[in-house]
């Protein structure tokens, strides 16, 4: 759980620097750490989940876990518009980052006190070379497609774009052939996988996967738009703009419960280590 919790510290560092920025380039930085955090934090929490409970106590741990996140997303869409409005301090919209510091602080606290160390002896250690030309290729794939249009689809675009594809395309391959070939020599340590592409042949997890990035995708380009288009075009209060949205949220608080419950009676197929279903 140290890496997650190194995450939550993290991420309260760069909420604290988002809020002291004075420049746009300042913002945009502190904003891309705080994705460096959350990422670190978030499949921490969702591992340790799998580690401290099974069977149905899992289930209904990560039912839990979705009836928060729902309740989260009102409650901070609520707390942003009322603390933007409020200009405590005269910080106006800065004191959406400094919440995080307190909270961070309390998370910390309690992490260390209450949760149990997890960790794999047979996990490997972390590949930072094939993380490095994955986090390369996410950024040559969105970065054109972000910037391209303002820009005008300039020549560069449309290369750096496939240079990504290829790149992370041979970072599959490479992983999967790895994940096929014979262990090293006794007392090297391994490297654990980045992408495990066995996976998908598993149906649950490539419908679960694709279930999910539509979602996200959908949601999250749908709010944003929504926030502009309440604020900028319905002339909405911050708080007004919140309270609004809060009705999204209540559909996930009130349907996670049930989720988990539900995918524990779907029949699934899982895939054997030889490769077979079953």
Same mark, same amino acid.
């Given at each position: 759980?140290?890496?997650?919790?190194?995450?939550?510290?993290?991420?309260?560092?760069?909420?604290?620097?988002?809020?002291?920025?004075?420049?746009?380039?300042?913002?945009?930085?502190?904003?891309?750490?705080?994705?460096?955090?959350?990422?670190?934090?978030?499949?921490?929490?969702?591992?340790?989940?799998?580690?401290?409970?099974?069977?149905?106590?899992?289930?209904?741990?990560?039912?839990?876990?979705?009836?928060?996140?729902?309740?989260?997303?009102?409650?901070?869409?609520?707390?942003?518009?009322?603390?933007?409005?409020?200009? $405590?301090?005269?910080?106006?919209? =800065?004191?959406?980052? !400094?919440?995080?510091?307190?909270?961070? *602080?309390? &998370?910390? #606290? /309690? @992490?260390?006190?209450?949760?149990?160390?997890?960790?794999?002896?047979?996990?490997?250690?972390?590949?930072?070379?094939?993380?490095?030309?994955?986090?390369?290729?996410?950024?040559?794939?969105?970065?054109?497609?972000?910037?391209?249009?303002?820009?005008?689809?300039?020549?560069?675009?449309?290369?750096?774009?496939?240079?990504?594809?290829?790149?992370?395309?041979?970072?599959?391959?490479?992983?999967?052939?790895?994940?096929?070939?014979?262990?090293?020599?006794?007392?090297?340590?391994?490297?654990?996988?980045? $992408?495990?592409?066995?996976?998908? =042949?598993?149906?649950? !997890?490539?419908?679960?996967?694709?279930? *999910?990035? &539509?979602? #996200? /995708? @959908?949601?999250?380009?749908?709010?944003?738009?929504?926030?502009?288009?309440?604020?900028?075009?319905?002339?909405?209060?911050?708080?007004?703009?919140?309270?609004?949205?809060?009705?999204?949220?209540?559909?996930?608080?009130?349907?996670?419960?049930?989720?988990?419950?539900?995918?524990?009676?779907?029949?699934?197929?899982?895939?054997?280590?030889?490769?077979?279903?079953?």
């Amino acid at each position: 759980m140290a890496g997650g919790l190194a995450g939550v510290a993290l991420f309260g560092m760069a909420s604290l620097c988002a809020g002291l920025s004075g420049t746009t380039d300042e913002l945009i930085a502190a904003r891309v750490i705080q994705g460096v955090g959350a990422a670190a934090m978030a499949p921490q929490v969702l591992a340790t989940f799998r580690v401290m409970f099974s069977g149905r106590e899992r289930g209904r741990a990560f039912a839990v876990y979705g009836a928060m996140a729902g309740l989260a997303s009102a409650i901070g869409l609520v707390l942003g518009g009322v603390l933007t409005d409020a200009n $405590l301090f005269g910080w106006s919209w =800065r004191a959406v980052f !400094f919440v995080n510091v307190p909270v961070g *602080l309390g &998370a910390l #606290a /309690a @992490g260390v006190r209450l949760i149990p160390e997890t960790r794999d002896p047979v996990s490997g250690r972390p590949d930072l070379p094939a993380a490095a030309v994955l986090a390369g290729s996410l950024v040559a794939i969105v970065y054109p497609l972000l910037e391209g249009r303002d820009l005008g689809w300039p020549a560069w675009t449309w290369p750096v774009m496939a240079t990504g594809v290829v790149a992370m395309a041979g970072l599959a391959v490479r992983e999967a052939l790895g994940q096929r070939a014979p262990g090293g020599p006794s007392g090297e340590t391994r490297l654990a996988p980045l $992408l495990r592409p066995r996976l998908f =042949r598993i149906p649950a !997890f490539s419908a679960g996967l694709a279930l *999910l990035v &539509a979602w #996200a /995708a @959908g949601m999250q380009g749908f709010f944003l738009t929504f926030a502009l288009w309440l604020q900028a075009g319905e002339h909405f209060s911050p708080l007004r703009a919140g309270l609004t949205a809060l009705a999204f949220s209540a559909g996930s608080f009130a349907g996670a419960p049930a989720a988990m419950p539900l995918a524990l009676l779907l029949p699934r197929t899982a895939v054997r280590p030889d490769g077979s279903q079953g």
